[in-house]
């Protein structure tokens, strides 16, 4: 089966650092993918691993430990737009499907 | 910049019809998948289409449920008898053939209302 787990809400202030985690449990992993999701809107890609350890990308970066099926996101200098869901995402199957999680809506006050 | 493009943005049905959910996926892809959202849930897997044909499929994507690539550009989802529960935003996506990364680009979804 397939298990991905990802805390439900996370608040964080201007300017600060938030680091969003993911664990995950499936049968098949052909790599990690994060997503932002503004409401009512489709997800849109923020990073990809598929190789143990830290991938950046500008305010974005994602770290993987597949031994311990284990991801986060972190995001820096948040800014008031960086309000919105995360999607942690395994892919996984021999069409390379997305499994998603349920995705930590987070929120970033003034 | 290519993008996935989907209609209607919104539908709105009478339970037990017939709706047929529309997308163009970027020309030069050869995957195409459905996924669904239903409000306040997590996005879920429907089905992959690769050469023609169905690669995968999900629990959910039962017999009331059918894909089609009509032509060389539109992709599209058939719900043949909808139900109150069919209620979701679905997102078609599709990702470049071959290698280790292959991002999955999302339309900007349909929101289907079934009442």
């Known amino acids: 089966g397939q298990n991905i787990d990802q805390p439900t809400e996370m608040t964080a202030t201007e300017g600060a650092i938030v680091q969003i985690n993911c664990t995950y449990q499936t049968s098949g992993f052909n790599g990690l993918f994060w997503y932002q999701q503004h409401a009512g809107e489709a997800p849109t890609f923020l990073s990809y691993?598929?190789?143990?350890g830290l991938e950046e990308k500008g305010r974005f970066s994602s770290f993987l430990s597949r031994s311990k099926g284990y991801s986060y996101l972190l995001l820096k200098e948040l800014q008031m737009k960086d309000s919105a869901s995360y999607l942690c995402a395994v892919v996984s199957g021999s069409a390379r499907q997305l499994t998603f999680g349920s995705g930590t809506q987070l929120t970033v006050l003034p | 910049e290519p993008e996935v493009t989907q209609t209607p943005s919104h539908q709105v049905t009478q339970m037990g019809q017939e709706v047929i959910l529309r997308c163009v996926p970027i020309?030069?892809?050869?995957?195409f998948y459905w996924y669904r959202q239903i409000l306040g849930q997590k996005v879920e897997f429907l089905v992959s289409f690769y050469n023609n044909e169905i690669s995968e499929k999900s629990e959910i994507f039962d017999d009331q449920f059918s894909v089609e690539r009509p032509d060389g550009s539109n992709f599209t989802l058939k719900i043949r008898s909808t139900k109150l529960e069919d209620s979701a935003m679905y997102f078609c996506?599709?990702?470049?053939?071959?290698?280790?990364?292959?991002?999955?680009?999302f339309g900007p979804g349909t929101r289907l209302t079934v009442l």
């Open positions: 020309s030069n892809h050869l995957y």
């Open positions: 996506a599709s990702s470049e053939p071959g290698g280790i990364y292959n991002e999955q680009f």
């Open positions: 691993n598929v190789l143990d």
